[in-house]
């Protein structure tokens, strides 16, 4: 609206509220995945905290073998808290549960949509009757919080996403934290540019990603590497050449389709045992997991 004064304080304002909120409550949130998943995602925690509320969150999802503990607020934070503080395994090992509470129970049970209770579908094939302790009746087959994940999962998961500074997909990131129970991943967009897409899969230690940047745009990556991997662009399709040109993880690159080979790349490291499968490469139905090591390896 063009008013700096009254911006200025109302970011004053809400650095105070914060800074009382997190005083207040702090060992509260802690206690909670609902808790530390908004002091991070919503800056109530300040960030030099950060990174040691994330670690309270990714030690309440191992303790609970990556059983979902949030509810309509907390549920669209949890992932992405743990994606922002380094603790992709263990936001794996909440996506790849298939136990209820979690997303994959509800695909074995045959859903197409993601559900307003994670049991709205009982494990005998019955519907749950919806109510509540409260005397209210809660079942939807169609709804909106939970499949808030669906939003981690592009930019995570697959790693497409619009670079907030620059809106529109003008600028996409590029920026997909592989694991290595899901095997590979894709997501594309219409933009007004035109078609944007990534995909990406395993091969051995490598990661081999697939970036389609339409004209007019750019892509901005952020790849998951340690100090070993190198990371490679070649031109070409399916069967086009293994080496390449030598960029930085956080190249920026030019309309057009690109491959990309991360030598020797960072997986997030989870263990799913189980049979079947859940999508492509996924973990096996009825499986269970456990974090193979504290961060991504």
Excluded: K
């Excluded at 960030?47 to 549920?75: K, M, N, Y």
């Amino acid at each position: 609206m063009g008013d700096v004064a009254l911006a200025v304080a109302a970011d004053l304002l809400a650095e105070e509220v914060a800074a009382r909120t997190w005083a207040r409550w702090r060992e509260h949130a802690l206690g909670t995945q609902t808790g530390c998943a908004l002091a991070i995602e919503l800056g109530v925690a300040p960030e030099a905290e950060h990174a040691v509320v994330g670690d309270r969150l990714a030690a309440l999802v191992r303790s609970s073998d990556g059983r979902i503990a949030t509810g309509f607020l907390g549920t669209p934070h949890v992932l992405p808290a743990l994606t922002r503080t380094g603790h992709d395994a263990e936001a794996y090992l909440m996506l790849l549960r298939d136990e209820p509470p979690s997303w994959l129970y509800q695909v074995r049970q045959g859903a197409t949509t993601v559900w307003e209770r994670w049991d709205a579908i009982r494990a005998d094939g019955s519907i749950h009757d919806g109510r509540m302790a409260q005397g209210d009746v809660m079942l939807s087959f169609n709804h909106y919080a939970y499949s808030a994940v669906i939003d981690w999962a592009c930019r995570h998961v697959a790693g497409l996403a619009p670079d907030p500074t620059d809106p529109g997909y003008r600028t996409l990131v590029v920026a997909p934290r592989p694991a290595r129970a899901l095997g590979r991943a894709r997501a594309s967009v219409l933009t007004s540019f035109g078609r944007a897409a990534v995909a990406w899969w395993a091969d051995g230690e490598d990661l081999l990603l697939d970036v389609e940047v339409p004209f007019y745009a750019r892509a901005r990556l952020d790849l998951a590497v340690s100090a070993r991997s190198r990371v490679e662009v070649v031109s070409g399709g399916e069967d086009g050449p293994v080496h390449g040109r030598v960029i930085r993880a956080d190249a920026v690159l030019p309309a057009g389709a690109h491959r990309i080979v991360v030598r020797r790349a960072r997986f997030a490291d989870v263990s799913v045992g189980g049979g079947g499968s859940a999508g492509a490469g996924g973990a096996g139905a009825g499986a269970r997991g456990r974090v193979v090591s504290g961060a991504a390896s």
